[in-house]
């Protein structure tokens, strides 16, 4: 039988504090990039960041408590945020201009006056773009993300027997271990998701500080040193993304002029 102990050790606790971890660095480190195309005086995604934070956060909680059908759940939620990132990132980037300052569809939805599309909708426009079509393609080379997404929704609407039994925590289910290590890769598919998309349109996220707070000082730059990469960008670029789809980092590298390792 799987113990409780055992349970507690599993490998996804220590990820999902890694992920978290890295959406609060990330958050901290964007904070003084404004955001084109909306009204915002700071940078957009600094609280959408802190908010995906706070859902792995609540992911783990969950889990601890072995609400294996709950916490698929969030992670459902978890993809859908990471979509919406995506989409409101690209649309920025398609409809910034100097006639058109401020992108209304966009601003409307962070003033509270206008929705964004439905999921389909948004990751219709996703895939479409001619923006990202190397690495849509590199992602959706194979099923996982849509058999992913499936996952989510067995688990959200109960659609097979066991998706309940996986909610109960003093029924001994023979397969738990190996729904954590499924849990577990799902995780990390969206976060690769989010974050190839994330830096393939806007690698200016991977810069590190020196170069900002050199401007905030009044010292002249190094040159060339808005192209340093965060070293907590490296550092998940290297034992995420290069580890687990080099096809993704090395498409990111070609067309990125930032210094990543």
């Known amino acids: 039988m799987f113990t409780e102990k055992e ?11 890694t992920y978290s971890t890295f959406y609060d660095n990330l958050s901290s480190s964007i904070f003084p ?21 706070g859902t792995l956060d609540s992911i783990k909680e969950i889990l601890s408590h072995e609400r294996i059908n709950d916490a698929y759940t969030l992670l459902r939620k978890y993809y859908d945020a990471a979509i ?5 990132n690209l649309y920025l980037d398609d409809y910034f201009n100097i006639d058109n300052f401020v992108v209304e569809k966009i601003d409307n939805w962070l003033k509270g006056r206008e929705q964004l599309p439905n999921i389909r909708v948004m990751n219709n426009y996703i895939q479409k773009s001619e923006k ?19 996952r989510c929704n067995d688990h959200t609407h109960y659609n097979f027997y066991h998706n309940v039994l996986l909610n109960n925590r003093q029924m001994f289910i023979d397969k738990k271990v190996a ?10 598919n ?20 020196d170069y900002l707070d050199c401007l905030d000082c009044g010292i002249a730059p190094e040159p060339g040193s808005q192209y340093l990469v965060a ?5 998940i670029f290297d034992t995420v993304i290069k580890k687990n789809r080099m096809d993704l980092a090395l498409e990111i590298k070609s067309k990125s002029e930032m210094r990543l390792g």
């Open 190 to 209: 969206i976060f690769i998701l989010h974050l190839v998309y994330l830096f393939y349109l806007s690698d200016h996220y991977m810069m590190a500080s």
């Open 84 to 88: 919406i990132n995506i989409y409101t």
């Open 231 to 235: 070293p907590f960008v490296q550092e």
């Open 33 to 53: 990039i404004i955001s084109v195309g909306t009204g915002s005086v700071i940078n957009i995604d600094t609280y959408v960041y802190i908010s995906m934070q």
């Open 7 to 17: 349970y507690l050790g599993h490998p996804v606790f220590e990820q999902l504090e």
């Open 179 to 188: 729904m954590l290590n499924r849990f577990a890769k799902d995780l990390e």
């Open 132 to 150: 990202v079509v190397p690495i849509y393609r590199l992602l959706h080379k194979d099923k996982r993300y849509s058999e992913l997404r499936d």
